[in-house]
C-alpha cells in the first residue's frame, strides 16, 4: 500500500517570502502522479500543481515549483513571493497511474502567510 | 465548465435522520469520488464509481452510509440513520481518465452536522 507523509504539521512566514513544504511517499509503483492540493479556510479543495514520475522536468505553476527526487521518493512544493492568499492547508497526495484512481492523502501542513 | 457541483452546502440535522447528499461531476468525467475530511481522520475515500459503476466501496464505514450513480451527471451519498460522529464535510470529486489526464476536481464540499 502506498503511504504520504508531510512531517511539517505547521509552517508560517512572512509575505513576500519563499516557503517550502515536504513531502514523502512510499510505493513499489514504478508509474504514477503526485499532486499538491490547497485547502483556504473555505474548505474548497483546490489543485495546486501536478507530477508524472516519468518526466524528469519538475512541474511548475507560475508561483509554485515542485522539487520531485524520484529515487528519494520525495516531493517538495515551493512557494516563491508568498502571499496572503496563500494562507491554507496543503496537502500532497499519490495516484498510481495504473488500476485503481484512487487518491493517498498527507496528513496536510497548514501554512499561514503573515503580513 | 461548472466544476463539481455539491448540494447542499451545509446541513444540520437531527441524530436519527436521513441525509441525503448530492453531485453533479464535470461534464465528460467518468470517474466520481466520495471522501470525508474530519480532524481526527483526515480525508477518507469512501467509495468510488467508473462509468456510474461503484468500484471500492471499502471506505464506506457502516451500512447506515449508501451512494448510488444513477447516471453520468448524477450521484448522492444517502447517511441513514445519521449519527453525530458522521458530522464532517463529504466532498464529491471527478476525473477522467485519459492518459495523462488523470486529476481529481474536487466539489466545494458538504458540511453536516449531526445533533
Known amino acids: 500500500a502506498q503511504t504520504v507523509t508531510q512531517s511539517q504539521p505547521e509552517m508560517s512566514v512572512q509575505e513576500a517570502e519563499t516557503v517550502t513544504l515536504s513531502c514523502t511517499y512510499d510505493t513499489s509503483e514504478n508509474n504514477y502522479y503526485l499532486f499538491w492540493y490547497k485547502q483556504p479556510p473555505s474548505r474548497q479543495m483546490i489543485l495546486v500543481i501536478r507530477q508524472e514520475a516519468y518526466k524528469q522536468q519538475n512541474a511548475t505553476e507560475n508561483r509554485f515549483s515542485v522539487n520531485f527526487q524520484k529515487a528519494a521518493k520525495s516531493f517538495s512544493l515551493k512557494i516563491s513571493d508568498s502571499q496572503l492568499g496563500d494562507t491554507a492547508m496543503y496537502f500532497c497526495a499519490f495516484m498510481k497511474q495504473e488500476g485503481a484512481q484512487k487518491l493517498v492523502f498527507g496528513q496536510g501542513t497548514r501554512l499561514t502567510i503573515n503580513p | 465548465d461548472a466544476g463539481v457541483i455539491q448540494s447542499p452546502r451545509h446541513e444540520v440535522t437531527e441524530m436519527g435522520q436521513e441525509v441525503t447528499l448530492r453531485c453533479k461531476p464535470i461534464s465528460g468525467h467518468d470517474y466520481l469520488f466520495w471522501y470525508r475530511q474530519t480532524m481526527m481522520r483526515g480525508l477518507e475515500l469512501l467509495i468510488y464509481?467508473?462509468?456510474?459503476?461503484?468500484?471500492?466501496d471499502s471506505g464506506m464505514p457502516e451500512d447506515r452510509f449508501s451512494a448510488k450513480m444513477p447516471n453520468a451527471s448524477f450521484s448522492t451519498l444517502k447517511i441513514q440513520p445519521s449519527e453525530p460522529r458522521d458530522s464532517a464535510v463529504y466532498f464529491c470529486a471527478s476525473s477522467l481518465f485519459k492518459g495523462g489526464q488523470e486529476t481529481q476536481y474536487f466539489g466545494p464540499g458538504t458540511r453536516l452536522l449531526v445533533l
Open positions: 464509481f467508473n462509468n456510474n459503476v461503484p468500484i471500492d
